[in-house]
């Protein structure tokens, strides 16, 4: 399978520690997921998507870009191929647009399903899909959801991003799935300010504050929430990882059908694949 990592925050940040510096940092994961690497990130609230069919800790662009990205909103991606071939057009993250998309799983009898799950797809979109994955169809069958509450070059809350995850959830399982099989449906999804993100079988964390910031003496934006829990739902930054990432972050393991994000706003909004509501983390 394979390794996510998704950063949404108010300001601009470097993230050389988690893609690279860190003990269990993204690259050092990629030994174990040696089939591709790619990272998005956001400027001007434009993407910026690059990837390889390559070990990322190995590639002098990896390591390069890890170093000198900061950005408010990022998601890379780490590939240990089960659907399509090791090609660049298989690597994540995914893009449409301004909206960008990683997905750690497999969608189950992809290619006995494959012409039913296309079909869930828009029929103007679907000339977009380039690769061989279940992912990249899985992308675009939560664009054609996303798609029920308006434009997607518009603005959409975090609330239409979490039932749009949940509606591909819920379709993708009733078309792939067996009692005995079910599929693996671990995502994250952006378009640089909305960030949704869906534990769907496959192990995801949160991090929503840090045990101390090391920036607290400087920065203009230091808030309670930084260094503890929130209590009114409102949070400075929000990081999810396949893997827990040593440093000051303080971790919490998602439950499957657990989906999570935040807006423009950077409010914390949780619910549950059933639409049970969930407390805050």
């Known amino acids: ?50 990837r ?8 002098a662009i990896f390591q390069r870009l890890s170093g000198i990205v900061s950005s408010e909103t990022l998601l890379a991606h780490v590939r240990k191929a089960t659907v399509g ?11 449409y647009g301004k909206w960008v998309f990683a997905h750690n799983g497999e969608v189950r009898q992809f290619e006995e399903k494959r012409d039913e799950l296309l079909d869930l ?26 798609l029920a509450f308006g434009p997607l070059a518009g603005r959409l809350g975090i609330d239409e991003v979490i039932a749009s995850v949940r509606s591909t959830v819920c379709k993708v399982r009733a078309l792939a799935d067996t009692a005995e099989n079910p599929s693996l449906l671990t995502f ?39 260094e503890r829990p929130t209590t009114g739902g409102s949070i400075n930054h929000m990081v999810f990882s396949s893997e827990v990432i040593q440093g000051d972050n303080v971790w919490t393991e998602l439950s499957n059908g657990d989906i999570l994000g935040v807006d423009w706003r950077m409010r914390l909004t949780r619910a549950h694949v059933d639409k049970r509501a969930l407390p805050l983390i």
């Open 1 to 50: 399978m394979c390794r996510l990592f998704g950063f949404r925050s108010v300001i601009p940040s470097q993230v050389h520690r988690s893609l690279l510096a860190a003990d269990n940092a993204l690259g050092a994961q990629s030994n174990a997921h040696p089939d591709g690497w790619g990272v998005a990130h956001y400027v001007d609230g434009t993407p910026h998507v690059t």
């Open 52 to 59: 390889a069919p390559s070990t990322a800790i190995n590639d």
């Open 85 to 95: 071939p090791k090609t660049v057009l298989n690597c994540h993250p995914f893009q």
């Open 121 to 146: 797809v828009a029929p103007r979109l679907r000339r977009y899909i380039l690769g061989d994955t279940d992912s990249e169809v899985l992308f675009f069958v939560l664009l054609t959801e996303l």
């Open 188 to 226: 994250i999804v952006t378009d640089g300010v909305t960030m949704g993100a869906t534990q769907g079988g496959k192990e995801l964390f949160l991090s929503t504050h840090k045990s101390r910031c090391s920036d607290r003496d400087h920065c203009a934006h230091l808030a309670p929430e930084c």
